[in-house]
């Protein structure tokens, strides 16, 4: 995790819209993060994005079709 502020630290989370098409365009730019589920769309994992992988998250949030995927910073 990264610095928000002075002596504050931030967490990144990712999720996906219900309007997910289930391309898996998501899943195969960052698996760690993105998968395809049961119902053939696009889950995000239920925590926080490892800092490793942000860029990755990062990269399938831009690379989505119908920009239904999201990460969001607290």
């Excluded at 899943?27 to 490892?50: L, N, Q, W």
Aim: charged fraction near 30%; charge should be negative.
């Amino acid at each position: 995790m990264g610095p928000k502020g002075l002596g504050e630290e931030f967490t990144m989370k990712a999720t996906v819209s219900e309007e997910c098409i289930g391309c898996g365009l998501c899943e195969s730019t960052c698996d760690a993060v993105f998968s395809i589920g049961d119902e053939g769309v696009a889950v995000a994992v239920d925590e926080d994005i490892p800092e490793e992988y942000e860029d990755a998250a990062k990269e399938a949030e831009e690379g989505c079709p119908v920009g239904r995927s999201e990460e969001h910073t607290s």
